[in-house]
Structure formats: C-alpha cells, structure tokens
C-alpha cells in the first residue's frame, strides 16, 4: 500500500483538486459526509507514508478515496429476521407498538451482517415497515473499552490461559482497565527478562491480547436512523459473517431493560456462539460466550431469569433443542436434551427460532425443522412458566411452511425466523424466504397455543 502513496504523491499538485472533485461528484450522493470519510481513512494509513513532508487537505482526502471501496451488503440475500419492541415507545396512535427488526444482509463473498429497520404493528394489526434511507454507515469501534478484571480472568481460566505469565500480567491490573492499560501490562512482561519470553508465555500473551480484541464495543451516532446502522465483522472469529442475530428484550432484577443478541460468529472454518448487548441500539458491546456448552449455532436466551438463573436454549449435537442454566450471563457449563427430532419434517434437525415468548399459558418456542430434501419448517412448542425443562405442548405440523412462492432463493425450500412477538393477542411472525428476502405471518397467539398436544 506503500507504493500506492507513492504514485498519489508523484501526482502534480494542480491535478490533486480536480481528481477529488471528480471522485466526490460521482458518490457524493451515495454516501452522507464523504469528505469526512476519505480523511479518516487517510489518518488510518498515514503511518504507510514514505516521507515526512506536508500534504495539503485535497491530497489527503484523495489518498483516503483510494483505501476505500464500495460493498453492497445485502446485494445476495436480506432474511433470517428478528423482532423486538422499540426501546422508544412514544408518539404512536392508541393501540400500536413500535419494533426494531434485525436482519441478516448477505452480500459478496457469502460475507454476513447485522442490519436494523423499525416499523409499527398498528391496532388494526397492520404491519408498517420504515422505509430506509439508503445510507449505510459502520460505527466508531470505541478506543478504549473497559474489562472487569473479575470476568476477564474468569474467560482467561475457562480459555486455560492460568500460567504464571497470565498471573503476573493481571496482578498489575485494577479491578477494571483499558484495553491500553492492558498492552502497556502485557509489553512490561514481554521485556521483564533478560532472556525475553519463553513459548509458553507468547502463547499466553497471544491469547491474552485475543481474548481482549474479541470484547469490544462500538457506538453509533444520534442522529443516524436505524436503518442507516450496520454491524460489519470486525474481529478473526467473525471474518467470513456473523449470522442469524437472535434478539430479545431482556429484564433485569430491577426491572429495566437490556438488549441481548445471540449470533454465530464465522471465520470460514469454525462457528463460535458469540453475545451482543446494547441498551439503546447506539451502543453495542460484544463479548464472548465461555464454557463447555457455548458452543455451536442457535443459542437463545430466555427474556428474564428463571428462579434467580439465566436460561438460554441451545443445539449442540446440530439435531436436538437444549435447555442450559447459568448464574453468569457470558458462562454455560451445562445442558440437557429438551426436545429431539420427532415428527416427519423435523427428523433431520430441531432447533429454535428464537428466544422463548412469555404468555399466560407458558414459554411459547418457535422452532424449525428439517425434513425431506432439506426443506426447512417453522414449528411451535409450549413450555412450563416455572420450570421450562417441562414441555407441555407441541405442535404435530409446522406452523408455517415454504409455499410455491417461497421456494425459490439464495437456499430453495427454507422459511425461517430468529425471534417473534406478541402484540394484542396476536403473534407476528417475521421470516425469511428461501434465505433471499423477508415477509411477515401473522395467527392469533389463542388459535396457537389451541392446538398444542401435550
């Protein structure tokens, strides 16, 4: 990338000016703040620069418009929704709920992404969808998060990074520190010996500085509408695609509210459960989910603890529905069957649709199941209120499956969700088409839990 600086440098200064102008006339109305993007982008590969010498602005900013490229991120496929109330509930009509929907965008290269829309369920149960705007802008990874030292370590354990380096490395740590402090403590060790680090203490180190980049958050700004929001993969775990985002609105003790996300993070190779948090859709933490049973795909939380415990549905065998427990959020160590494949268009493979639905009559589950030439189903099973470990109710046939209109797509044969919501009695049911585009359903909550069989 050297030599590219290079060339833009050679370039005669009166050129520079209208060369930007030519950039910026054909995106401008493409991208909001092109300048402002070009210049970061600059500061990005400044230190790539050859020589010292001063390089006016329109320079620059044509040096920044040459490190960048466009990518259509939903050019492949827009599907696999999730629903959950809006965390603003003002200004609507009597009757009516605002909702935020997440979706997974798919563009070049089978590369995955999380993307937001917001829209209203209206009285009369219409379904509005919020037009977007057609700006697409990434957040600001936050420079400097903060680690508590108590869960830090705890990750550190459950990864086997407890050797002596590990200690030392976090015997010089408050109770909580920056990712700054963090490299300063880890370079004060990496030159402590006069015979530099042995094997073991690089790959503690290593995994030391992973695990910290693998925490990470990143923060929006005000003004940019939800649907000008995107979630790109960032860290290696997530290189090719973080997939299949399970929202749910979750209470705490004090009853406030917290956004969780369950999704699968993939580098090409392996898939890691990973965990999402935010509280206003601006800020977003990420953090990684630890022990033996975070592991596979289709993990989903339960919206409230459970008799003073976390509870999260999972897969783990790639066939059959788990049900874990955790006093720790961020920690699952154990897990037993709930549900295994059992009806003919299911026997392929069972898992949910998203996290459990609190009604009166239990936790509702949405579930999907594979059958006869890998066509997928959405079904639906009812679980006690008090200990969801009890199943109490299950549908025999798929609450919703691919018509002729839904067959053809990105993945043929498919209808799938990653979260639902009630709404005056009513289950709306967001869903991908064939892995390519997204619709709604909609049955009345009664009609459903009328026709579970115990």
């Not at 969780?260 to 990973?274: L, M, N, Q």
């Not at 065998?317 to 427990?325: A, G, K, Q, T």
């Not at 069957?337 to 026997?347: A, C, K, Q």
Request: hydrophobic share 40%; with cysteine; proline share 6%.
């Amino acid at each position: 990338m050297a030599w590219i600086i290079a060339r833009i440098m050679a370039l005669p200064e009166d050129s520079v000016g209208p060369l930007l102008d030519e950039v910026a006339a054909e995106l401008s109305q493409r991208h909001q703040h092109i300048r402002s993007l070009f210049l970061e982008r600059f500061e990005e590969v400044r230190e790539l620069m050859l020589t010292d010498q001063e390089v006016s602005e329109p320079r620059q900013l044509l040096i920044g418009s040459y490190f960048l490229a466009e990518y259509s991120l939903e050019s492949a496929a827009l599907f696999n929704p999730s629903i959950i109330p809006h965390p603003d509930q003002t200004d609507l009509p009597s009757g009516a709920v605002r909702f935020i929907l997440s979706l997974r965008a798919t563009g070049e290269g089978h590369i995955s992404s999380i993307v937001f829309r917001a829209g209203i369920i209206h009285a009369d149960r219409r379904i509005e969808v919020l037009p977007p705007t057609g700006f697409l802008t990434e957040p600001r990874q936050v420079p400097n998060p903060l680690y508590e030292k108590a869960l830090f370590g705890r990750k550190l354990s459950e990864l086997g990074l407890t050797g002596e380096f590990t200690r030392r490395v976090m015997n010089g740590l408050g109770e909580s520190f920056a990712l700054e402090e963090l490299r300063t403590a880890l370079k004060a060790e990496q030159f402590r010996l006069p015979d530099g680090m042995t094997p073991e203490d690089q790959n503690a180190s290593q995994g030391i500085w992973m695990l910290a980049r693998s925490n990470y958050e990143v923060q929006f700004e005000p003004e940019q509408q939800i649907s000008e929001r995107v979630i790109f993969p960032v860290t290696p775990s997530q290189r090719n695609g973080i997939e299949d985002a399970r929202f749910v609105r979750f209470q705490n003790d004090d009853g406030t509210h917290i956004y969780y996300a369950t999704f699968t993070a993939f580098d090409g190779k392996i898939v890691v459960p990973e965990l999402v948090e935010t509280s206003d859709f601006l800020l977003f933490r990420f953090r990684t989910l630890n022990g033996p049973a975070a592991e596979n795909k289709g993990m989903a939380i339960f919206p409230r603890k459970i008799g003073g415990l976390y509870a999260m549905l999972s897969r783990q065998d790639n066939e059959s529905i788990y049900l874990m427990f955790s006093d720790n959020v961020h920690f699952w160590n154990e897990r037993k069957v709930l549900l295994r494949p059992t009806f003919s268009w299911e026997l392929v493979q069972l898992g949910n649709c998203g996290s459990p639905i609190e009604t009166d009559a239990g936790w509702l589950v949405l579930s999907h199941g594979v059958g006869p030439m890998r066509k997928y189903s959405i079904g639906a099973f009812l679980l006690d209120r008090d200990d969801p470990s009890k199943v109490i109710g299950r549908l025999r046939e798929p609450l919703l499956a691919p018509n002729h209109n839904e067959r053809k797509g990105y993945v043929p044969n498919v209808v799938y969700t990653c979260g639902a919501l009630v709404h005056n009695g009513e289950l709306i049911i967001p869903y991908g088409m064939a892995d390519h585009n997204t619709g709604f359903a909609t049955v009345p909550l009664a009609e459903v839990l009328a026709a579970m069989n115990s």
